[in-house]
């Protein structure tokens, strides 16, 4: 009987066992899920955080991105304007009065703007010949002006042109009138073409007058020649010959007359010509009387 009771004892133990041992476990289970589902709830909030961090860090890209696009306008705007500014403009000067050089010609367009570079034609030696004046000094045709901008060029040429070149009568050039105008696509390079065209054109026709005088000195040195050399001919064929007797040259030609003798002539003519008909006035008066007195 001890024995069954222990026995009963034991399982009665054992199944108290048991069932702790499975409380233990869906109690074990229960808070597994528990920290599983707050797991996942942290994370699901931790993804929630991130997301909001990307998209808050898109938008701060994309924030970024317009201002930097922004600036690139800016940028390139202002760049645009430094552009233009640096674009340099030339005006053309038709009239240069006498005395103007250029130190003066800067000095009184640099009030304007800023000025570049400078350049007038000066004046042909041919033309200067033809003054006569007793000053040595070189006068100017044509001059150029280079302005930094072209935008206050055009503003020169426009607000100048046909203005007297001094406000005030005592100011020198003050009689003078800026003629003025502005040359579009126009650049220096062309300028310095253009010159160094001329020079060598005007080099190529030194050369041809050079050579078309050479020719004519060598063709009067030759002919010279030819006829010093005729002459010593001459001479020593006369020597050969002997003295002998020169047939002199006859020349047949008659001169032609002066206007005096023409005129004269003329007269004569005239005088002729009256002549000559009161004769035949006369003759017409004789026959008449002739037959006047016959018929008596």
């Not at 009689?175 to 190529?204: G, N, P, T």
């Not at 000559?276 to 008066?285: F, T």
Request: charged share 40%; aromatic share 6%.
């Amino acid at each position: 009987m001890e024995r069954r009771k222990e026995e009963m004892k034991t399982a009665t133990q054992r199944e108290e066992e048991g069932e702790d041992e499975e409380e233990l476990k869906t109690a074990t289970q229960g808070e597994e899920e528990g920290e599983e589902e707050e797991e996942l709830k942290i994370a699901t909030q931790g993804e929630e955080e991130e997301g909001e961090a990307e998209e808050e860090i898109r938008g701060d890209d994309d924030d970024e991105e317009e201002a930097a696009a922004v600036m690139k306008k800016t940028k390139a705007k202002v760049t645009s304007c430094s552009k233009r500014q640096v674009v340099p403009g030339i005006i053309y000067l038709g009239h240069i009065p006498p005395r103007l050089r250029p130190k003066h010609l800067r000095n009184m367009m640099s009030a304007y703007g800023e000025i570049g570079r400078v350049f007038l034609q000066p004046e042909d030696s041919k033309m200067k010949k033809k003054k006569r004046s007793g000053l040595r000094r070189c006068g100017f045709t044509e001059g150029w002006v280079e302005f930094r901008d072209k935008r206050v060029a055009k503003r020169v040429a426009a607000s100048l042109h046909n203005t007297p070149m001094g406000t005030r009568k005592r100011q020198n050039f003050s009689s003078d009138l800026w003629c003025i105008k502005y040359l579009h696509r126009f650049q220096w390079i062309h300028l310095s073409e253009r010159l160094a065209y001329e020079q060598m054109v005007l080099k190529q026709r030194l050369r041809t007058e050079i050579s078309q005088a050479k020719r004519e000195t060598n063709f009067y040195l030759n002919n010279v020649e030819k006829s010093a050399h005729m002459n010593d001919k001459r001479r020593r064929k006369r020597r050969q010959d002997g003295p002998q007797q020169v047939e002199e040259k006859t020349w047949d030609f008659t001169q032609r007359q002066t206007e005096d003798e023409i005129q004269t002539r003329k007269r004569r003519r005239k005088d002729m010509d009256k002549a000559r008909l009161l004769q035949e006035k006369s003759q017409s008066n004789v026959s008449l009387l002739t037959k006047i007195f016959n018929s008596n």
